[in-house]
C-alpha cells in the first residue's frame, strides 16, 4: 500500500492528512506514505518527519481569488509543479492521492488524475478553499468537517466525516510540560498560537503586554518562524518558541487557556482536548466562519483583530483565568465538538475506494 499525502503553505492542512495516515498505518504496518509540499515549507518537513514520512517539495504557485500579476507567474510554477508530480508519481506508483487542501495540492492531484491514481481530498473549513473548488471534480471522494459545506460539492462524493486529529496530541504530560518550558507549579498558564506560519499582529500586541501578563499568568508564546525578529523579551514567566512539533501535545496540556487563530486543525485539537480557547482569526478570511461557528456553539470567545486594544486583551484573558465558571463552560462546549474518530472514517473511506 503505497500514498501520497499532500499539504503545504502552513502546518495546518498538514495535520489531517497524517492523521488518516496515522489510521491507516493500523490497519496496514507496511505502508508507505510520501509527503508533498511547497519547496520551503519548514513546518511541513518537519512534521512528517517526525512521523518518519518521506517530505518531497515541489514548486507551486499560490492561488489568488484576485487579480495580480503574480497569478501569470505563479500559473507557470504550478505547470513546472504539475510535470514534478508526474515525475513523482511515476516513480512511486501509489494507490492513492490525499489531500486537505493548501495551493500545492493542485498540481500533484491533476498529476494523479492524469496517471489515473484515485485523489481524495478533505474539505475542513466551513468556507470551501479554492484548491479543493479546483480539485473536486476529478475527486473520487471528498469529506467534509462540517455539514454546511455537503451543499459545497457534488452529492455523490461528499461524506461528513468531521475532522481528524493526530493521536499523538492526546497523549500530553504536565509534569513533562513544566520540566520541558521552565514552568512555576500551580500558576496560570496561558498558551499563544498563531497558526503554523505564526500570527504577526497577534505577537506585536502580545510583545507589548507581557509585563501585565505575567502578573497574572505565564505565556507559552509560538511566535511563528521569521515572526519574532529582533525580539527579545526577558521575564521569567515569558516563553518564547518559533514553532513546536512533538511537545505541541505538553504545551496544550499544561495550557488553562489558548489563545489562538482559527484554523480548523487547531480547532479541532482543541475541542478534542476540552481547552478553553479565545479566537482571533485572520480578518476577511475563511477563518472568520469557523471563529463564527465555535461561537455560536459557546465554544470559544471570539476577538476582532482590527478593534482589539491592549486593555480590551489583558481585561479578556485576566477575566477567563480568574473565572473558574466561565472556564469550565468553555471547556464543556468545546468539548461537544470533539470529533475523535473522523481520522478512521477517513481512512476507511480511502481504503474501501482503493
Not at 500545492?104 to 492524469?114: D, G, L, N, Q
Not at 464543556?332 to 475506494?353: A, D, P, T, V, W
Request: charged share 20%.
Amino acid at each position: 500500500m503505497r500514498i501520497i499525502l499532500s499539504g503545504g503553505g502552513t502546518g495546518g492542512s498538514v495535520t489531517p492528512v497524517l492523521a488518516v495516515a496515522e489510521e491507516i498505518k493500523k490497519k496496514y504496518p507496511t505502508a508507505e506514505f510520501l509527503l508533498i509540499g511547497t519547496r520551503s515549507g519548514k513546518p511541513e518537513k518537519e512534521m512528517s518527519q517526525n512521523h518518519q514520512i518521506v517530505f518531497k517539495g515541489i514548486w507551486c504557485g499560490k492561488l489568488r481569488r484576485y487579480f495580480s500579476f503574480k497569478n501569470i507567474i505563479d500559473l507557470f510554477l504550478i505547470i513546472i509543479g504539475f510535470f514534478q508530480s508526474i515525475f513523482i508519481i511515476s516513480r512511486f506508483k501509489p494507490q492513492a492521492v490525499f489531500s486537505a487542501g493548501g495551493f500545492v495540492a493542485v498540481p500533484i492531484s491533476f498529476a494523479a488524475w492524469f496517471c489515473r491514481a484515485p485523489v481524495f481530498i478533505h474539505q475542513q473549513d466551513i468556507v470551501p478553499g479554492l484548491a479543493n473548488k479546483i480539485i473536486a471534480p476529478i475527486a473520487k471522494k471528498i469529506t467534509v468537517s462540517f455539514e454546511e459545506s455537503l451543499k459545497d460539492y457534488p452529492k455523490n462524493k461528499a461524506i461528513l466525516t468531521g475532522n481528524p486529529i493526530r493521536q499523538e496530541i492526546l497523549k500530553g504530560n504536565k509534569q513533562r510540560a513544566i520540566e520541558k518550558f521552565g514552568l512555576e507549579k500551580d500558576y496560570p498558564v496561558l498558551l499563544i498560537v498563531g497558526g503554523g506560519t505564526g500570527a504577526l499582529a497577534v505577537n506585536q500586541i502580545i510583545f507589548k503586554i507581557i509585563s501585565e501578563l505575567s502578573e497574572f499568568c505565564q505565556i507559552i508564546h509560538l511566535t511563528g518562524r521569521e515572526k519574532s525578529k529582533g525580539i527579545e523579551i526577558k521575564n521569567k514567566r515569558y516563553h518564547q518558541y518559533e514553532f513546536l512539533s512533538q511537545e505541541m501535545a505538553d504545551a496544550f496540556c499544561i495550557a488553562d487557556l489558548v489563545v489562538s487563530r482559527a484554523g480548523l486543525g487547531v480547532l479541532t485539537e482543541l475541542a478534542a482536548l476540552s481547552k478553553p480557547t479565545i479566537l482571533i482569526p485572520i480578518p476577511n478570511s475563511h477563518q472568520q466562519a469557523n471563529a463564527n461557528y465555535f461561537f455560536k456553539k459557546g465554544a470559544a470567545v471570539v476577538l476582532n483583530q482590527e478593534t482589539l486594544t491592549q486593555e480590551n486583551f489583558i481585561n479578556q484573558i485576566k477575566n477567563l483565568l480568574q473565572s473558574q465558571n466561565e472556564l469550565e463552560k468553555l471547556k464543556q462546549n468545546i468539548s461537544q465538538l470533539s470529533q475523535i474518530e473522523s481520522g478512521k472514517k477517513i481512512s476507511e473511506i480511502i481504503l474501501g475506494e482503493v
